[in-house]
């Protein structure tokens, strides 16, 4: 984590703002795995910002490395050999996903621009388009191989398994979504416990 906490742009923002991104002289490299605490707050808000939960978040300054545009609440998987790097939307179960900043506008990050992701604490998430069950408030989610970008349920039997699905499914990477959706929902408010957080 830098010892500064001010963000080098706002939630809401890339690093390029839509400008010209020159693959041969990349800005924000300087900026790459910069971690801030902030807190949980409604961005989009003009002027004063309301409050979402109250809880502190962690976001990571990430480059954008899918080769398209990664979009609001997105869950992404970063490059095992690049921490810093946004590698894929989330398409492998067993690999734990983050979340794109929610607040970026429609369009998204674009391919080599920079933007944050949450990698500790609540935030709004993609989930799988509205054709699975009901599910309450506390229960699991991670990356769908079906439907890519999006989290989906996992079902934990007992604490025996919610062992093993931390140590052998996700690791140290994991979501839960805090309340409980209706099959229709393909937003929804989770909590990330990343192997990024500090």
């Given at each position: 984590m830098s010892r500064d906490n001010s963000l080098p742009f706002q939630r809401g923002m890339t690093g390029y703002q839509g400008g010209v991104i020159?693959?041969?002289?990349?800005?924000?490299?300087?900026?790459?795995?910069?971690?801030?605490?902030?807190e949980d707050k409604k961005w989009a808000d003009l002027g004063a910002k309301g409050d979402f939960s109250g809880c502190t978040i962690e976001?990571?300054?990430?480059?954008n490395k899918t080769g398209g545009p990664v979009t609001p609440g997105q869950a992404v998987e970063m490059n095992p050999e690049?921490?810093?790097?946004?590698?894929?939307t989330a398409q492998t179960i067993n690999i734990g996903a983050v979340i794109v900043d929610e607040f970026l506008p429609a369009a998204g990050c674009p391919n080599n621009d920079v933007?944050?992701?949450?990698?500790?604490?609540?935030?709004?998430?993609?989930l799988v388009p509205g054709n699975v069950a009901d599910q309450a408030g506390g229960?699991?989610?991670?990356?769908?191989?079906?439907?890519k970008g999006v989290l989906v349920p996992v079902v934990v039997a007992d604490d025996k398994a919610i062992a093993a699905f931390h140590q052998a499914a996700v690791g140290p990477t994991w979501n839960m979504i805090t309340i409980a959706k209706n099959a229709g929902t393909v937003d929804?408010?989770?909590y990330v416990r990343s192997k990024y957080s500090g």
């Open positions: 020159d693959t041969a002289n990349l800005k924000f490299e300087d900026l790459l795995g910069q971690i801030k605490v902030i976001i990571m300054d990430v480059s690049a921490p810093f790097e946004i590698q894929r933007c944050f992701v949450v990698i500790r604490g609540p935030c709004t998430a993609k229960t699991y989610w991670r990356g769908d191989s079906t439907s929804g408010r989770v």
